[in-house]
């Protein structure tokens, strides 16, 4: 077979080939603009994914997204009864590098207890439509290439590599 | 970017049995389908098996079945039991000059990039693309 890499190749087909089978989302699942009283739940989940509490961060985002995000800036729950299932965080952006108005996702956590039962799916659902109501006909997002699960989230709802590419620089001291 | 032959027999094999959940699918019905020895195929499926992406059952009615998570399993997977996506950038060996080393500099980027595109989709985003495709077809 001429395998360089079978080892860590079988290692990675079986975590991805093991079946997840998460417990069902019964009850109905809504999605809506996040309230002040979700915001203790939005900060549990992102510190649950990312290991960092940011309380002042997401009272920030809630602030400019949330209370001043009308038409172009929207803050997204999706919520069964109390529980916050996700979120996802985006705005219009226009005229960057010349590009006409696109839809940016910048922001999307799904509870791990929640996920593949397509509350992602019903967040970007929502998001598109909004962008949609005022004209929007693309959507951007960024990713980060080592991030194989959320980049397969995406790529899942149809979406491909863009016209645009992300370049960095490292500036200052470098250790 | 060109795949070697058994890596692209493999991801066929793999969509041909997602397709087809729950079924068994003969071998033979692959390799004919693919216009490929049954020989080679068999190789293929032998290694897609000890990785657990498919199972097999013999005799009568048998055949192999798709065994993974198909919204998990990505192409990244499926294409790392065949071959090295790095290999193709050379390492800086000693005594290499600077143009080894800029041109090795963008080589490991674009392969950065193959890899992070492969490991983005999954079995059932091809699935969905193969259908798109399909009605787009005359």
């Not at chain 1, 309380?55 to 172009?72: F, M, P, S």
């Not at chain 1, 960057?96 to 791990?112: H, K, L």
């Not at chain 2, 985003?125 to 495709?133: D, I, P, S």
Request: proline share 5%; hydrophobic share 45%; with cysteine.
């Amino acid at each position: 077979m001429g395998s360089k890499l079978p080892q860590e190749g079988r290692r990675a087909a079986r975590r991805s080939g093991v079946a997840e089978r998460p417990a069902a989302v019964d009850a109905e699942v809504v999605v809506r603009p996040v309230r002040q009283a979700d915001l203790p739940e939005v900060i549990a989940l992102d510190a649950t994914v990312t290991g960092l509490h940011k309380a002042d961060y997401w009272q920030r985002v809630y602030r400019r997204y949330g209370i001043g995000g009308q038409g172009l800036r929207h803050f997204l729950v999706a919520v069964q009864g109390d529980r916050v299932l996700g979120f996802m965080i985006g705005e219009v952006r226009d005229w960057e590098f010349g590009s006409p108005p696109c839809g940016w996702v910048f922001a999307i956590d799904v509870d791990p207890r929640a996920r593949q039962q397509g509350v992602g799916t019903r967040l970007l659902a929502a998001m598109r439509e909004r962008f949609e109501r005022v004209g929007v006909r693309v959507l951007r997002t960024m990713l980060a290439s080592d991030n194989p699960l959320i980049l397969s989230f995406f790529r899942s709802q149809g979406m491909t590599a863009g016209r645009l590419i992300p370049l960095e620089l490292a500036i200052g001291p470098q250790d | 970017m060109k795949l070697q032959k058994n890596t692209e027999l493999a991801l066929y094999s793999v969509l041909e049995f997602a397709a087809r959940p729950g079924e068994h699918v003969p071998a033979a019905e692959v390799a004919a389908k693919y216009g490929e020895s049954l020989h080679h195929l068999a190789k293929v499926l032998s290694e897609l098996a000890r990785a657990g992406i498919v199972d097999s059952v013999r005799g009568v009615g048998g055949g192999y079945r798709f065994a993974a998570n198909p919204r998990r399993l990505t192409l990244l997977d499926v294409i790392r039991l065949f071959e090295d996506l790095g290999a193709a950038a050379p390492a800086a060996a000693q005594g290499a000059t600077p143009v080894d080393h800029a041109l090795g500099q963008v080589l490991a980027e674009i392969d950065q990039i193959a890899q992070a595109t492969f490991g983005s989709i999954t079995v059932a985003t091809m699935l969905g693309m193969v259908e798109r495709a399909a009605r787009r077809s005359p």
